[in-house]
Every structure is written in C-alpha cells, then in structure tokens.
T-cell receptor, first 112, second 113 residues
C-alpha cells in the first residue's frame, strides 16, 4: 500500500514569503489531494491534483495563492504564496492506498 | 453536497469505560465510510472502514457498522485505554480513490486513568 513522505515537517516563515511543500509517494497514484487543518479544526480540502492536468481547487482556494504541481504519478508539491499569519496551519497531502486513503505526516506552518 | 456530522467533543472518559462517537452522513449515492485517528502531534491514520451497507469495520478493539437506514457509522469501543486519547474523524467518499474524503469536524477523546 502507498506510503507518502512529506516535507518539510514544520517551518516558521516570514510573512510575504512562499513555502513549497513536497509529497513523494512510493507507488503510482492517479489522484493526490491537498488539505489544510487549522488549529483544533478538521481537514479542509484545498485541491485535487491529477497528473497531467491542472489542479481542481475548492471554493475559497485559488491557484495564485496555492499553486500545485503534479509532474508525475508519484510526486506533488503545494506552494503557499505571499504568506500571512492566517496561513498558519497544518498542510497534508493524501492519496489512495489499497486499504483506503493514506496521508503524509503533515507540514506544520507558522507564519510570523 | 455530501457531508459528515460528528458528535461534538471533547469527550472525557475513565479508563475501561465504553466509548461511542456518533457519526451521521448525507450523500447523494452510496459512500464508503471511514474512521481516522490523529494522535497528538501525528498525522492521520486509518482506523477502520466499511464500503457497503451492514458492513462492520473493526480494528484495535474499535468497531463501526455501516447503517444505511439511519445513515450512520457510529464508532464504539468496549473498554478504552489512556493510549486511545486522540482526535477521531469520521469521513466518507463516493468514489474511493478518485474523489477526496469529506471529513467530519473531529471528536477529541481524552481517557484518564
């Protein structure tokens, strides 16, 4: 079953800068999903990334703020652009596994 | 749209108590249902799942039965341990693998010795 390596695990960033989060899957997967988990909250879907096509964003999330790349069937990146303190969250990627869905360990982002 | 409603937390129980966390769903089709657990400072782990009506998922002493008639997937455990303290998320998907999970808000469980 698929295992996802996500990095960085945490970062503290200055407002106005950008951070790129990477997820590497140990097997080929069709779809990858990016979520945000604000402190003490549930997971909110940011976008769905299908290899070879542009990501599909959920309401409230835009490509200019959260550009996503999906260059092949095992890798995806999410960039959080022009960060503000409101972007402080845990960001997680996910993909299908044989038993359900597997998740990366998350990136805890703090914007100061 | 599709949605999941979980009982509000936090839930605090004594060790060896019986646990129920309620979960109901709204979906346009016949979803697959999941419980995920998030231990403090960690990512999400699949706890159990059920893919069709009357299926029972079970793992680590936890159980949940897919009830189509009540659109529910309540999580139960007969005797909780301190190590079960975590946040539990109920989730659904209509097309496993090709569509994302829709999560409930999560229920924080604290088990005290």
């Amino acid at each position: 079953s698929a295992v996802i390596s996500q990095k960085p695990s945490r970062d503290i960033c200055q407002r106005g800068t950008s951070l790129t989060i990477q997820c590497q899957v140990d097997s080929q997967v069709t779809m990858m999903f990016w979520y945000r988990q604000q402190p003490g909250q549930s997971l909110t879907l940011i976008a769905t990334a299908n290899q070879g096509s542009e990501a599909t964003y959920e309401s409230g999330f835009v490509i200019d703020k959260f550009p996503i790349s999906r260059p092949n069937l095992t890798f995806s990146t999410l960039t959080v652009s022009n960060m503000s303190p409101e972007d402080s969250s845990i960001y997680l990627c996910s993909a299908q596994a044989s038993y359900g869905y597997t998740f990366g360990s998350g990136t805890r982002l703090t914007v100061v | 749209g599709d949605s999941v409603t979980q009982m509000e937390g936090p839930v605090t129980l004594s060790e060896e108590a019986f646990l129920t966390i309620n979960c109901t769903y709204t979906a346009t089709g016949y979803p697959s249902l999941f419980w995920y657990v998030q231990y403090p400072g960690e990512g999400l782990q699949l706890l159990l799942k059920a893919t069709k009506a009357d299926d029972k998922g079970s793992n680590k002493g936890f159980e949940a039965t897919y009830r189509k008639e009540t659109t529910s997937f309540h999580l139960e455990k007969g005797s909780v341990q301190v190590s079960d303290s975590a946040v539990y998320f109920c989730a659904l998907t209509l097309n496993s693998g090709n569509t994302p999970l829709v999560f409930g808000k999560g229920t924080r469980l604290s088990v005290i010795a």
